[in-house]
């Protein structure tokens, strides 16, 4: 006997941050709501990801310091990672998050399925595993939220021995002595730079010319150059042909180059939708030739009832707060308030790396070759009395602006920033370009002394035409 279909204003398939945010902020505006997830809400971001990979930076941050406490006059001796106890506090960090969302959505009147959601015609969301296998929810709209998972090289089988990606290495409870980094985007960098702080000697390999493309390449300086001078080897421009595991441990084969032995390789070359078994047929929902869901400004698919969020849709930033913002787009849609797509040219970045690096707008090669003229002012952060205060000189702020006729800045096209804490200080940066802010009126705002902010200020002020400490 079939089971009874229930009915829905809105059934989520996934609850990462997308989808768990779309079904909080849907309830919230008085929706029936269903939200389908095959593990735990929260998803890769909470589970295996972001906040368990901060953790661990944090931890590298903690090590750092005290490294070098004798600058202040503190002495240490014999600091030692227990690495163990990282990841117990890891897993306790997860968890009390874990419990806190579990706990709104419920509040809520959320419906939670437990089990993998297939998408079937008529809008109908069959369960196909797990403690709710055979459950069946139709909504009146449907938002696909199946999230990603990370991608993997030929040759290089992940086995939890040699071979890891994000996923195996945020349960490790040992660290290596040695460890390659395949792969010098955001989260590679991360990883390499936890590891470095942690004392493992690293090799970042990356197959592009630079690591961080897509950063302007000011900043990727910035952050190559302090990379380099921790001991991180960094090598550009290789193609990796696979790797040959002896005893203890691996090395890592490159056409033309010389071979690189490690006790772990981290795979970290992004990661791919989760759309395989997702639709069933008869849903009028397309998916693009490498997997993606295609959704328009409004979160729409080719079903005007099926929404998409977060890292299944095609041409879309993979962040969580990128998750977030779709999804309150997808249900003001669906409710018919007015609402402005994503600008995803103007998103915030943020990579917890050391220096860390945080960004939105244009860079100013991308403004370039869209044919802007542009005003540019930088300025590092060794002037900075806060960063010389707490020992974290390296970095720069970096502005580009449209340049007017009379040659000042106008508009702001994008802010840039590598260094101490930037990740938090990006907010103001944030809100100048996306309210199309000029430089004369972000420069009018006031940065506390002695504050890491001030030389976003100053950076400001310069590029308004008169700075008081840059020229």
């Given at each position: 006997?079939?089971?009874?279909v ?9 609850g990462?941050?997308?989808g768990?945010?779309?079904?909080l ?21 909470l ?7 901060k ?14 406490s ?22 306790e ?8 969302l ?6 809520r ?22 403690a ?14 199946a ?14 021995k040699y ?16 460890a ?46 302090a ?33 690189v ?20 047929e008869g849903?009028?929902?397309?998916i693009?030739d ?63 790396s ?49 340049k ?26 944030y ?5 199309e802010?000029?430089?004369e ?12 902010s001030?030389?976003?200020?100053e ?13």
């Open positions: 006997m079939a089971n009874d229930q009915k829905f204003d809105v059934v989520v398939i996934g990462g941050p997308g768990y945010a779309a079904a902020y849907g309830a919230a505006a008085g929706l029936n709501i269903a939200l389908i997830e095959r593990d735990k809400v929260g998803g890769t971001c589970h295996r990801g972001c906040v368990p990979a953790e661990f930076l944090e931890t590298a941050h903690v090590r750092r310091t005290l490294e070098h004798r600058e202040f006059g503190i002495t240490t001796t014999g600091v030692v990672v227990d690495f163990a106890v990282s990841q117990a506090r890891k897993n960090i997860v968890d009390r998050l874990y419990t806190g579990s706990g709104l959505l419920k509040g009147k959320v419906t939670i399925f437990d089990g993998t959601g297939r998408l079937d015609a008529n809008l109908t969301v069959n369960v196909v595993d797990g709710d296998a055979g459950a069946v929810a139709q909504g009146t709209n449907v938002i696909i939220a999230g990603s998972v990370p991608r993997t090289l030929p040759g290089f089988d992940v086995d939890g071979v890891f990606t994000s996923d195996e290495f945020l349960n490790l409870t040992k660290l290596p002595v040695t390659a980094v395949i792969g010098g985007g955001a989260i590679g960098c991360e990883f390499a730079s936890m590891l470095a702080d942690m004392g493992t000697k690293v090799t970042i390999l990356e197959g592009l010319p630079t690591i961080l493309t897509g950063c302007d390449a000011e900043v990727a300086s910035v952050v190559s150059r990379f380099k001078k921790r001991g991180i080897a960094i090598q550009t421009g290789v193609k990796i042909t696979g790797h040959t595991p002896a005893k203890k441990v691996t090395a890592v084969n490159m056409e033309g180059s010389d071979d032995s490690v006790e772990m390789v981290v795979v970290s070359v992004g990661r791919s939708p989760r759309t395989q078994d997702l639709l069933g849903t009028g929902v397309e693009n490498r997997g993606f869901v295609v959704a328009d400004g409004y979160m729409r698919t080719a079903n005007p009832n099926v929404y998409a969020v977060g890292d299944v849709v095609a041409g879309t930033p993979q962040l969580a707060h990128v998750g977030f913002a779709e999804a309150v787009v997808a249900i003001k849609t669906i409710i018919g308030e007015a609402v402005v797509p994503v600008d995803y040219d103007r998103v915030p970045w943020a990579i917890y050391n220096p860390e690096v945080a960004f939105c707008g244009l860079t100013e090669a991308t403004a370039k070759e869209r044919g802007y003229d542009v005003v540019v002012k930088k300025d590092p952060f060794g002037g900075n009395s806060r960063a010389q205060i707490i020992g974290e000189t390296e970095g720069v702020v970096k502005i580009i602006a449209e007017r006729a009379d040659g000042t800045a106008g508009q702001i096209l994008g802010v840039h920033m590598a260094g101490p804490w930037v990740t938090e200080q990006l907010g103001a940066g809100y100048a370009v996306n309210w802010a000029t430089a009126e972000a420069a009018a705002l006031i940065q506390p002394h002695p504050s890491l001030e030389t976003f200020g950076t400001l002020l310069a590029l308004a035409g008169r700075g008081i400490h840059l020229g």
